[in-house]
């Protein structure tokens, strides 16, 4: 019996300061809280108002730059969207380049062999209308997909739509002329085919 007391006084003594350890913290986290509540308690209605106004500026300063990036988005889409239209419009514009340089020789051909004919031998008179009657027809029918001839003779020289050949002293127009149109040029919607060639004046001595 004596050793049993023993043991139950030994429990006690150790169950005692557990439980006034766990009373010590019991108290010291009512003692925080009501610390925090103190602290808010505290804040006046101008500090409350302060901060509700913070709040409410970074609020809307994160709106602001949701709504910047948005725009943004939105501008990059147009611009593709643009850019896109344009590569298809010029593909449109651009794609019979190829086919119309193939074609300007046999222009050249068909002129030439007008140009260089006997036009007073009455036995090649229908040849020469049958040649002429050709030319304008094809001539005709590429101009229908913006092919344009370049025949500057008397005009102003061009560098970005001539090429001088040669360079002739003139008195009787002013430097700079075309004198001579040895091939004729050409564009497609606006852009250069092939330059024309040409003989340039210059000021005589």
Request: aromatic share 4%.
């Amino acid at each position: 019996m004596s050793e049993q007391n023993n043991a139950t006084e030994h429990e006690q003594e150790i169950v005692e300061p557990v439980e006034q350890a766990s009373d010590s913290v019991e108290n010291v986290e009512a003692q925080d809280v009501e610390t925090e509540v103190e602290a808010e308690a505290e804040l006046s209605p101008e500090e409350e108002i302060a901060g509700l106004y913070a709040e409410l500026a970074a609020t809307k300063k994160q709106v602001a730059d949701q709504k910047d990036s948005v725009v943004r988005a939105a501008a990059d889409i147009e611009n593709m969207r643009r850019r896109a239209a344009q590569d298809v419009e010029k593909a449109h514009k651009f794609a019979l380049e190829k086919f119309a340089n193939e074609l300007l020789p046999v222009i050249d051909n068909l002129e030439r062999a007008i140009e260089f004919s006997d036009k007073e031998n009455e036995t090649l008179k229908p040849v020469l209308e049958g040649i002429d009657m050709t030319l304008k027809s094809f001539s005709d029918a590429v101009a229908k997909f913006g092919v344009e001839m370049l025949n500057p003779q008397g005009e102003t020289f061009n560098p970005e739509f001539h090429q001088a050949m040669s360079i002739q002293p003139s008195n009787d127009v002013s430097p700079n002329t075309v004198l001579a149109v040895m091939q004729k040029g050409y564009t497609l919607n606006g852009r250069l085919l092939r330059p024309a060639m040409v003989m340039v004046s210059k000021e005589a001595e």
